[in-house]
């Protein structure tokens, strides 16, 4: 029997000893009426004579996560949602039948505890129990407390065990419910409304992404999980809500890496009558703001790298970054063969009907991207790999469109919506005429969209910024999966038939084909 068998078996054993003593493992009547934080905040300087005086009783619940047990007393740390607090549990004080239930308790287990606040010898604030009850048995040991869970598959599979014992994850996922509700204040705040939109669209689009497809009994019809919400945003300008921002769930079909999950939450919001100029100015208030008021400081550290979040921020447009970053002669850029021929020297697989535009926007990605560390606007994206986005009147080959760089990676996406029926059908048209076997690009045109442009959409932008990696930006998250709760993951059979295939081959006297 292995180790962990043996500590369930031992633990069930336990279970079922307390419930033959009468104790109600499961119960369900015990009412905290205060947290640990309330009593840590309210009492942590009072002297220890002022505490022996107040004789205040206090009600809590927590969790069990350290026991040290003497002959006639013990000492246990209680953690709730807002804390952690010693316990001192005496024989003398809780009697003789309920001290010696206690002891078959586990670190694990979820109580309940009532008593009055003191301080031990060394100063630590304590509370010490007048009465504990059984909430809730623990039926698994959780992990060894000087090793935590290191394990970072099991720390993503068991989130919730992650979240019982590393105060550094609870953290995170606070932060990141901060980031939310603060952007949801900013945008608020200056005249946006929130709205939500369908998650299940008869058309993919608004981005170039495979999607997720269902299907429909009822409607006898297929539909897409959405890969973004734009297209129904834009309607919503149509119809004359003026400032609109939705916080939405997104799906792509796409691999999985330490900057990609095929679930995520992006934040989309337009504007009418603005330009991509404005965006930017708005981006770079709200998420300068977001640093400053979610960590007290906008300059921060990100994997060994110092950011620096005050404004203002660095403006380049692709040309100027792949001269001055990427190191690309300026004067080549200006020839599409030279940069056709540039991007298949450095190993860039371009479609055969791929321009110069295509071929520039995959040098920004090789050459100039991840050397983008504080905060970087790039604009002036080309024409053919921006096809909602607005032509730059100046120079129709490139579009009023910026995206947002940081610590090496995109953050934002933003521009001047394209709002002219006849240019934006024939882009789209264009896009799939040249589709090849390409699974991201749609073959079928939104013609309801198209139908609202021809109503009149006023002039806007709009822009797209990544909450998951905004979070780890602001809490040093090396990983996406560390800032979303439930990250999708292999199976764990097939995890487990790899290791399985892993050691025969390491060991071929175990498998039976060898012998």
């Known amino acids: 029997m292995s180790q962990e068998s043996n500590l369930l078996q031992q633990r069930r054993q336990k279970a079922n000893d307390l419930a033959a003593l009468g104790v109600n493992i499961y119960s369900n009547s015990f009412k905290p009426a205060n947290t640990v ?89 304590s509370l010490l129990a007048d009465r504990i009850t059984m909430i809730t048995k623990s039926l698994r040991p959780l992990p060894e407390k000087w090793h935590g869970l290191t394990d970072v598959e099991t720390r993503y599979r068991q989130r919730y065990v992650d979240l019982i014992v590393t105060p550094e994850s609870r953290e995170t996922f606070r932060k990141r419910v901060e980031v939310i509700r603060l952007i949801r204040e900013f945008l608020s705040n200056r005249g ?67 900057r990609h999950n095929p679930e995520f939450t992006m934040l989309e919001f337009y504007q009418a009558y603005a330009t991509y100029h404005d965006l930017m100015d708005l981006t770079e208030e709200m998420v300068s703001w977001l640093c400053q008021e979610v960590n007290e400081t906008m300059v921060i550290g990100y994997q060994g790298q110092t950011v620096n979040l005050a404004p203002p921020w660095q ?31 450095k190993g860039i697989k371009l479609e055969p009907q791929a321009g110069i535009g295509k071929a520039k926007t995959e040098l920004f990605e090789l050459l100039v991207e991840e050397k983008l560390i504080d905060p970087t606007f790039i604009t002036a994206y080309p024409t053919e790999v921006s096809p909602l986005a607005r032509r730059n009147e100046k120079d129709p080959s ?118």
């Open 192 to 258: 946006f409304m929130e709205v939500e939109t369908p998650m299940m669209q008869p058309v993919p689009g608004g981005a170039t992404a495979k999607p997720f497809k269902t299907h429909h009994n009822a409607l006898d019809m297929d539909l897409y999980l959405r890969i973004a919400p734009e297209l129904y945003l834009k309607r919503l300008l149509v119809g004359g809500f003026e400032k609109v921002f939705e916080i939405n769930r997104n799906f792509r079909n796409e691999g999985l890496s330490t």
């Open 398 to 515: 490139v579009t009023d469109r910026f995206e947002l760089f940081i610590t090496g990676r995109e953050i934002a996406n933003a521009f001047s919506e394209l709002n002219d029926p006849v240019d934006q059908r024939q882009r789209l048209e264009k896009q799939i005429a040249e589709k090849g076997n390409d699974e991201e690009i749609h073959a079928v045109l939104d013609e309801d969209f198209l139908r609202a442009l021809e109503y009149g959409m006023p002039s806007a932008a709009g822009e797209g910024i990544g909450i998951d990696r905004l979070v780890m930006l602001l809490t040093d998250s090396p990983s996406i999966r560390d800032v979303i709760l439930f990250p999708h993951l292999k199976p764990e059979v097939l995890l487990q038939k790899k290791k399985k295939d892993s050691d025969d081959q390491a060991d071929p006297g175990s498998c039976p084909k060898c012998k």
């Open 37 to 125: 934080q309330e009593l840590l905040a309210r009492d942590q300087d009072v002297a220890v004579e002022s505490l022996d005086q107040a004789n205040y009783t206090y009600t809590i619940a927590g969790r069990i996560m350290a026991i040290r047990k003497f002959g006639k007393a013990a000492f246990c740390h209680l953690s709730d949602t807002s804390g952690r607090i010693q316990l001192y549990l005496k024989r003398d004080t809780l009697g003789e039948d309920q001290f010696a239930t206690f002891k078959k308790w586990d670190i694990g287990d979820i109580v309940g505890v009532e008593g009055k606040l003191f301080k031990t010898k060394t100063g630590e604030l």
């Open 315 to 345: 403006r380049m447009t692709m040309d100027e970054a792949l001269v001055e970053v990427g190191g690309v002669d300026a004067l080549l850029l200006t020839d599409q063969t030279k940069v056709l021929a540039l991007a298949r020297e």
